[in-house]
């Protein structure tokens, strides 16, 4: 440190002395500049005196007398006489200059033999050693430590050995290391006569293996719990994404092998495929899940409550107690039921809201119910009319697209047309099923996503009868909370889903009518298949 700060300090006095040098240097060239112009312009202004004594006497028409040609001939000679010192360097005005130039080039020449460390003196060495000890201590204390954090230098060894370990570990698994050597001898004893030899040889390391891997990282991991005692705890992230469980099994039996080290404990997030694999486990074939997990820890979807108050905590966080009493419960019921008690997708349709307003304020409950009802109406919109199917299934479904009233506020029967779209739908897949030699199993994967479709618009529609266009409380929390359940059993049953419709209340602004009653479908088996069934996240 007391290098550094005696380099800075001897670079800093080193480009102040070289400013300084400049300075003069570039004060020597101006005085020059400067003599060269005054002694321009002096010639000029005398040869312009010149031809004005001329022009008065020519003007004059008559002879001089002889006191007027002695004064005539005398500023005559004494205007040459300045013109010719001008111009060989003899005038006032050249030893003027010569004495400027002198007392710059003595302080130049000064500058120039000056030494380190006293450019501003001998009184300075003692504001250096002052400065240098004060530098020394405010680095020692607080510049090195912050130094070395941000370029994540730690002061401990063991620490930084670890992370030289890391690297090298890292670069391993990179890139593939090639060594190579060449050895050889060249002979030639005569101009005519020559004879060389070459040995070479190159050696390229081996692809690390399954086990070779596994204990290189068995060994990293020891090494990290030797550096920071106690428990590690890594977590393995985005398994649930992969959809062949298949996969999932071949994934884990690559890695099991590794995960069996003392003091580590893992975190891993699975689907509810393996979930359901490992809730198995009593059973007499033992699988892989059963044998790589010590508990599974199932996270439930969110309920109404919990929903409102993520987002009332959101609010909070951005308002005054004062406007806290104006939230729209309404409005967050809204969203919380269009998110199916998904927490990411209760976020995002938040966002969305939020963001649709100009103001800082939500939108009310109807606008929040158009905004969000826009979005999954087209997604359905676009995946319905891009699936195949017979006419039959087509023409059940596809027409309740183009109604107008679908996502207005107008009052209209498109209920109850959704409800008798899902009766023809199931009636159309009992008598399928049946009797499959009659149509494929193509149509019958349609029918039963369109009636999917079908049930998440009747859905949506019961939200906006009962939750989004009625006055917020009691009843409609309870509403709110079937309906959530409703839209989170529906990637697994549309015949549950429909039965948990059953059970709601009626109420809303539209009168008794508006919301017509729900007939409970014959409870079976809808056995999707995997490629068109959702996963509750």
């Not at 070289?18 to 002096?42: A, F, N, P």
């Not at 070779?212 to 550096?227: G, P």
Request: proline share 3%; net charge negative; glycine share 6%.
């Amino acid at each position: 440190m007391m290098v550094l700060t005696i380099g800075a300090l001897s670079f800093y006095q080193w480009s102040k002395l070289q400013s300084e040098i400049g300075s003069v240097t570039r004060s020597l060239s101006e005085t020059q500049v400067e003599y060269d112009q005054s002694v321009q312009h002096r010639i000029e202004e005398d040869r312009s005196q010149l031809t004005r004594l001329y022009r008065e006497v020519e003007a004059n028409n008559k002879p001089l007398s002889e006191t007027t040609d002695k004064r005539f001939l005398g500023r005559k000679k004494e205007i040459e006489d300045d013109i010719t010192a001008l111009e060989n360097d003899t005038s006032p005005l050249k030893t003027h200059f010569d004495n400027a130039m002198k007392r710059r080039i003595a302080v130049l020449t000064e500058l120039q033999n000056t030494k380190f460390p006293w450019i501003s003196g001998r009184q300075s060495f003692l504001a250096l050693i002052v400065c240098l000890t004060t530098i020394a201590i405010v680095g020692a204390f607080i510049i090195m430590p912050s130094f070395l954090s941000i370029f994540g230098i730690r002061l401990n060894p063991t620490e930084r050995g670890l992370l030289i370990y890391s690297e090298r570990l890292a670069l391993k698994l990179d890139y593939e290391l090639t060594r190579s050597s060449e050895r050889g001898f060249e002979l030639s004893p005569t101009s005519w006569l020559k004879g060389g030899s070459k040995l070479s040889s190159e050696e390229r390391a081996r692809g690390l293996s399954l086990p070779e891997l596994t204990a290189s990282y068995i060994e990293f991991v020891s090494n990290v719990l030797r550096v920071f005692p106690g428990k590690l705890l890594i977590c393995i992230d985005e398994l649930d994404k992969v959809t062949d469980i298949e996969h999932v099994r071949f994934i884990l039996r690559e890695i099991k092998g590794a995960l069996y080290v003392k003091g580590t404990f893992y975190v891993v997030s699975i689907s509810n495929d393996a979930l359901r694999s490992f809730e198995g486990r009593m059973g007499d074939q033992r699988d892989i899940f059963e044998s790589t997990f010590d508990d599974v820890f199932a996270v439930r979807p969110l309920d109404i409550e919990t929903c409102l108050e993520i987002l009332t905590n959101r609010i909070a966080h951005g308002k005054s107690s004062d406007e806290m009493t104006a939230i729209k419960l309404d409005t967050l019921a809204t969203i919380s039921v269009f998110s199916g008690g998904n927490a990411r997708d209760l976020v995002r349709g938040f966002r969305e809201c939020a963001l649709s307003s100009d103001t800082a304020e939500l939108p009310a409950a109807r606008d929040a119910w158009k905004i969000l009802f826009d979005r999954r109406f087209d997604a359905i919109n676009d995946r319905a009319r891009a699936a195949g199917g017979s006419a039959e299934v087509r023409s059940c479904f596809i027409p309740l697209l183009d109604l107008e009233t679908l996502g207005s506020d107008t009052e209209g029967n498109e209920l109850v047309r959704l409800q008798n779209c899902c009766k023809k739908l199931n009636q159309y897949i009992d008598r399928t099923t049946s009797d499959l030699h009659t149509s494929s199993g193509d149509d019958v994967a349609v029918a039963r996503r369109f009636l999917r479709y079908a049930v998440e618009l009747e859905i949506l529609l019961q939200a906006r009868e009962r939750v989004s266009f009625t006055a917020y409380g009691e009843e409609v929390r309870k509403d709110a909370a079937l309906i959530i359940s409703a839209y989170q059993i529906l990637p697994f049953s549309t015949a549950d889903a429909e039965s948990i419709l059953c059970n709601l209340g009626r109420h809303g602004t539209r009168g008794e009518d508006a919301a017509p009653t729900i007939t409970a479908p014959t409870v079976r088996s809808l056995d999707r298949p995997l490629a068109d069934r959702g996963t509750i996240a």
